[in-house]
């Protein structure tokens, strides 16, 4: 049986608390009924008997706190809220515990943006993390050792797991559940939540926000530029020569800058204006790919589906108000 050490963290989450325990039971519940031995032993661990959350309205009571846990075989870190300096400040008395414990041969199940608390640990330096997309931007820049990935929403590197989006640790625990136990559990757990197996990427619901805290002017005044202008045609060395600067320069500098180069920047901002169309549902796919001021309708459907994992068409099915 394994150990399992749900950390009310300062900042967390009622739900990612609740449904983390939820899950892991019905795991044993599932056990059971196959005529099986549990095979999780689950425990909110904590700094004291009881833990307020959300400024005081949530109170949970722990089963242990952490210095009664000599060895666990998994933490699991719930979902963070709020302002992530303060819940790290805050949650440092866990730090050293959860060190050992990894140390020790426990897993590390990091729920979405728990990641902010786990990163500053430095468990993840020079590892992989999936971020949620809203905060890939801060958490880029308070931990520039990590590698983020954004073209999945799961990462397991080395008995350290984490994810990106908001409900997604539910896709987390089932690939938890598929690690220990099998695809068998894992699928049935997914039936019963009714949660889906296959999600494995964040695009579909990225909304394009460009990293503007660099301090570079000119990169800035590119940015705006190309955020101002979605609907022309325009080149890359058409926008060096606005701003008067060489494109080898220039680019190097807007990659280091933003995190993408300038043809990735303007084909994201391009997609952004399209997927706010296809939303609408008011001008055809055609009309809303010629007024991104591309002229090659396939040229612009390969960008659209290599950003979003979506054609425009079934991006318009799973958003548009008017379906």
Known sequence: MKHVSILPLYDATLSSIDSSHQLFSRVNDFMRYQG?????????????????LSNGLYTINTDKTIDQIEQTDIIVLPLLCGNFKKAIQENKKYTNWLIAQYHKGAEVVCLCVGSFYLASTGLLDNRKCAVHWAAKNDFKEMFPNIKVIDDSIITDEKGIYTCGGGYAYLNLLLYVFEKHLGREISVLASKMFEIDIERKSQ????IFTGQKKHGNEIVLKAQEFIENNPTDSYTVDSICEKFNIGRRTFERRFKNCTGNSILEYIQRVKVEFAKKHLEAGRKTVNEIIYATGYNDIDAFRKVFKKI???SPVDYRKKYSIGI
Do not use: R, W
């Not at 661990?45 to 833990?51: E, R």
């Not at 695009?203 to 990225?206: A, K, M, S």
């Open 36 to 52: 099986k031995e549990p095979f999780y032993n689950i425990e909110l661990v904590g700094l004291a008997k009881s833990t307020k």
């Open 203 to 206: 695009n579909p619901f990225v």
């Open 308 to 310: 979003t994992d979506l």
